[in-house]
């Protein structure tokens, strides 16, 4: 009769750390869902990590509009495949310091993705078939054009 009761006990034991563990977890969802509602309680570290946050966003928003409008040459507010390739095009041009019709490693960091083996250069052709490719993936709703929102600044 002694093992029986003992064995009560522990499961009352049991029992009891759970229910105490459960409610400390309530309590702490309790407290998450009073700060996501109450923003002037969260703590300064993450007020300010909010602030930086806005202000990245911000700024990546502004160089965003900055390639846009460089992209959108008829200022329509939408840039289209020749658009887009014309900048490459231009983009190559700058590029190319020896003026060979190649684009070297050396000459930019951007050849690196674009080179195929055994080469350390590209050619015009080349480069702007990887824009071509570039411009497909980006235009999300084959439209043939882009818009601000299609843009991915850290695509270009």
């Not at 522990?10 to 109450?38: D, H, M, P, Q, Y």
């Not at 590029?95 to 195929?116: C, Q, W």
Request: hydrophobic share 35%; glycine share 2%; net charge neutral.
């Amino acid at each position: 009769m002694k093992n029986v009761f003992l064995s009560g006990k522990w499961v009352l034991s049991i029992l009891a750390i759970f229910t105490l563990l459960f409610a400390i977890s309530c309590n702490n969802n309790a407290k998450k869902e009073a700060t996501a509602k109450n923003p002037e309680k969260e703590s300064p570290t993450v007020k300010k990590a909010a602030v930086v946050e806005e202000k990245q966003d911000s700024a990546m928003f502004q160089k965003k509009l900055q390639l846009f409008e460089k992209l959108d040459l008829n200022k329509d507010k939408k840039i289209s495949k020749n658009e887009y390739l014309s900048k490459a095009a231009q983009d190559f041009d700058t590029l190319d310091v020896n003026h060979d019709g190649k684009l070297t490693t050396a000459e930019s960091d951007l050849v690196t993705p674009m080179v195929t083996s055994g080469k350390d250069y590209v050619t015009k052709t080349e480069y702007l078939a990887y824009y071509t490719k570039k411009f497909k993936t980006l235009d999300k709703n084959n439209d043939g054009y882009l818009v601000i929102e299609e843009i991915d600044i850290r695509e270009n």
